[in-house]
């Protein structure tokens, strides 16, 4: 016996598994054509700017709905006057101007025009530390890529837990990008971090503003009443967990919470999402008194405690037609904002 409506039945056979896991696969298909992921751009070509990247996330921040979620600051701190460094001898060594501070960061990429390689198709592994000390690094993504053997070309990786530290009071000694396979230097010809940032003010903004409550989840609104009443539930999905590589695409957000609803909607329940749900839940308790007269099956179910409102979500991917631009897509009823019975 659980909360949802479901009905869980142990023993399915074998047969059951199989024809499920072939319907499974077909709605998670229909559900990337619907959302309009089904290809891929071309992995050896994606080259978004910083240009570019600012200029989308800008908008793509004005978009988001901050009626439910805080919406972070996106801030570039950029690495200028590049030196040239000797980077067949010693890798690559960037320190970025960034120090501690009472924010907080949501999110953190370098962002770097690397230099022609020799080898067009060939791709090349990269090494991304912080560094911590004169031998001491953290380690921070290995990642391939696909440099170009006539021009430049922009990559970026994900400097998150730095940024963090460095915020944090941690000593910013900067970031160190290793390249074994390198033939030629590796000598950025434009290098920035950009981070989005939830700022002091903005936070103290917020909770002043505490009057609209975001979402309303079991912890706050239901919390005098009964136990395992239909409420709000947190649930955070990180994109890159999801088993398609056709959400690595997503520039933005990497993960974000869409909520799920779960718990008991008895007949006496005040949260009933409409007045069809207030007669079926009278209708179950009648056919459930005259159930133990008569000994009948009670053929009018209990309402389901689901979702009553929902909220879009902004989504920012790289174009797949044109690997040197972003796109901003609005995806919609992604995130549960109200439960209710139903
Ligand atoms: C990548 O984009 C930059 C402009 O930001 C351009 O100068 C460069 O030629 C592009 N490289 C490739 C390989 O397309
Ligand atoms: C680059 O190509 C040359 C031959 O064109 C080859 O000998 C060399 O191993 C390649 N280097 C890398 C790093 O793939
Ligand atoms: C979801 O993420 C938020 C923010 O990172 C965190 O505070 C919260 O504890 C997470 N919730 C769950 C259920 O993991
Ligand atoms: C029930 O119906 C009344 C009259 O139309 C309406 O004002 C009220 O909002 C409805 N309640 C719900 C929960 O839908």
């Not at 016996?1 to 709605?27: E, H, Q, R």
């Not at 805080?70 to 890798?91: A, G, I």
């Not at 031998?135 to 430049?152: G, V």
């Not at 700022?199 to 912890?219: F, G, H, M, P, Y």
């Amino acid at each position: 016996m659980g909360f949802n409506c479901g009905a869980y039945i142990g023993a399915w056979t074998v047969f059951v598994i199989v024809y499920l896991n072939i319907t499974v696969a077909a709605v998670e298909f229909s559900l990337l054509a619907d959302l309009g992921i089904d290809s891929l751009p071309d992995k050896q070509k994606i080259n978004i700017s910083l240009e570019e990247y600012t200029s989308v996330i800008t908008t793509y921040l004005q978009l988001k709905d901050d009626t439910f979620e805080e919406v972070p600051e996106l801030r570039v701190y950029r690495l200028d006057n590049l030196r040239q460094q000797d980077t067949s001898k010693h890798p690559l060594k960037m320190v970025f101007p960034i120090s501690i501070s009472t924010e907080q960061v949501e999110s953190a990429s370098v962002r770097l025009l690397l230099p022609p390689q020799q080898n067009d198709s060939s791709t090349i592994t990269v090494r991304l530390n912080q560094i911590l000390g004169t031998r001491r690094r953290r380690f921070l993504q290995d990642k391939e890529l696909y440099l170009s053997s006539r021009s430049p070309k922009w990559c970026d990786f994900d400097v998150t837990p730095a940024v963090h530290s460095w915020i944090n009071g941690q000593r910013n000694l900067g970031l160190e990008l290793v390249c074994l396979g390198c033939r030629n230097n590796l000598n950025p010809q434009q290098a920035a971090i950009t981070a989005m940032i939830h700022t002091a003010q903005k936070r103290a903004k917020r909770s002043l503003e505490n009057s609209v409550k975001r979402i309303s989840d079991c912890s706050t609104r239901h919390r005098k009443g009964k136990k395992n009443k239909c409420c709000r539930h947190e649930m955070n999905v990180t994109f890159k967990d999801l088993p398609f590589p056709q959400l690595e695409n997503i520039v933005e957000p990497k993960s974000y919470e869409a909520g799920f609803c779960q718990g008991l909607c008895p007949a006496q329940s005040n949260n009933f999402a409409t007045n069809h749900s207030r007669i079926q839940g009278m209708m179950h308790q009648i056919k459930k008194n005259q159930v133990k007269v008569d000994n009948k099956k009670n053929t009018i179910p209990k309402t389901c405690c689901a979702p009553s409102k929902l909220a879009d979500l902004q989504i920012v991917m790289v174009n797949k037609d044109n690997p040197m631009k972003l796109t901003v897509q609005t995806w919609e009823k992604m995130q549960v904002v109200e439960c209710a019975c139903s």
